[in-house]
């Protein structure tokens, strides 16, 4: 039976026409599985506004996909609504996001090959600039999020870490972490990078906001001195992170979400 009223809002995935939309997709089915949510899938495809049999080609071509890399994969067990609208995949999302009020929303990355400074692509930078709700972007190198065993698929999103800047809120990305955190006991970071001589106040600080994560019995305190970005894309590298949760600066969108798309195979979550 397909899973729902878990009271979490659903998960709205993008996908394109690339290969890429595949592992998008899977990965939406696996957090769908953990929340215990419904998935709506949209696809921005100018199809949908040609011709019946154009119409029904990228349609078709959704279906499939549902079927290969979601409700499969899933047991059937999630509920997926797909959609195919005419439009720039910008403000199709954005429509979808109105419509369908998601508790987060599932993209990809560009291809590595790619690679300038971002891997986010002008989409899901704008999203991350006008937008109010987190976003969740999936890395090229297609990340495992499901698992079988003997009762059917598990979800297994793996360790999370919270990067945190002490000196702005931290309660989005608090609350987004323990999100990932449902339906399981994950190894749960907190990281802050400072100079030497503010360790202790940062530790501090950090053991504060222990309590504050949902549905996590226990959490690490890590802080390091140093550049953010390289404590970050080091631990990632030590522990096999599955999530990174960061928070969302919209002077700097997406720069360090670019270095750990382009250094990990973590998903990256970004809090509103």
């Given at each position: 039976?397909?899973?729902?009223?878990?009271?979490?809002g659903p998960?709205?995935?993008?996908?394109?026409?690339?290969?890429?939309?595949?592992?998008?997709?899977?990965?939406?089915?696996?957090?769908?599985?953990?929340?215990?949510?419904?998935?709506?899938?949209?696809?921005?495809?100018?199809?949908?506004?040609?011709?019946?049999?154009?119409?029904?080609?990228?349609?078709?071509?959704?279906?499939?996909?549902?079927?290969?890399?979601?409700?499969?994969?899933?047991?059937?067990?999630?509920?997926?609504?797909?959609?195919?609208?005419?439009?720039?995949?910008?403000?199709?999302?954005?429509?979808?996001?109105?419509?369908?009020?998601?508790?987060?929303?599932?993209?990809?990355?560009?291809?590595?090959?790619?690679?300038?400074?971002?891997?986010?692509?002008?989409?899901?930078?704008?999203?991350?600039?006008?937008?109010?709700?987190?976003?969740?972007?999936?890395?090229?190198?297609?990340?495992?999020?499901?698992?079988?065993?003997?009762?059917?698929?598990?979800?297994?999103?793996?360790?999370?870490?919270?990067?945190?800047?002490?000196?702005?809120?931290?309660?989005?990305?608090?609350?987004?972490?323990?999100?990932?955190?449902?339906g399981g006991?994950?190894?749960?970071?907190?990281?802050?990078?400072?100079?030497?001589?503010?360790?202790?106040?940062?530790?501090?600080?950090?053991?504060?906001?222990?309590?504050?994560?949902?549905?996590?019995?226990?959490?690490?305190?890590?802080?390091?001195?140093?550049?953010?970005?390289?404590?970050?894309?080091?631990?990632?590298?030590?522990?096999?992170?599955?999530?990174?949760?960061?928070?969302?600066?919209?002077?700097?969108?997406?720069?360090?979400?670019?270095?750990?798309?382009?250094?990990?195979?973590?998903?990256?979550?970004?809090a509103p």
């Amino acid at each position: 039976m397909p899973v729902s009223g878990s009271g979490v809002g659903p998960i709205l995935c993008a996908v394109d026409g690339s290969t890429h939309a595949q592992a998008v997709a899977y990965t939406a089915a696996g957090l769908a599985l953990q929340l215990e949510t419904s998935v709506t899938l949209v696809r921005a495809d100018e199809r949908a506004a040609g011709s019946e049999a154009a119409q029904l080609q990228a349609h078709a071509e959704l279906e499939t996909l549902v079927k290969q890399s979601m409700t499969r994969p899933a047991g059937n067990r999630i509920l997926v609504a797909p959609r195919v609208v005419a439009g720039h995949p910008g403000d199709v999302i954005r429509q979808a996001i109105e419509s369908t009020h998601p508790s987060m929303v599932v993209m990809g990355s560009r291809g590595r090959r790619l690679l300038s400074r971002s891997l986010l692509g002008s989409t899901g930078l704008a999203l991350l600039r006008d937008t109010a709700v987190p976003l969740v972007l999936v890395p090229p190198s297609d990340p495992e999020v499901m698992s079988v065993v003997s009762a059917g698929s598990r979800p297994h999103v793996g360790g999370i870490l919270i990067p945190v800047d002490l000196n702005g809120p931290a309660d989005a990305q608090l609350r987004l972490a323990g999100l990932f955190a449902r339906g399981g006991n994950p190894r749960v970071t907190l990281l802050h990078a400072t100079r030497e001589a503010d360790r202790g106040h940062a530790e501090t600080m950090l053991n504060g906001l222990k309590s504050r994560i949902p549905f996590s019995e226990s959490v690490d305190v890590v802080v390091v001195t140093g550049d953010a970005t390289s404590a970050v894309t080091n631990l990632i590298s030590e522990f096999e992170f599955g999530v990174v949760v960061l928070g969302r600066d919209r002077h700097h969108a997406g720069a360090l979400a670019s270095e750990i798309l382009h250094n990990s195979n973590a998903l990256v979550a970004i809090a509103p």
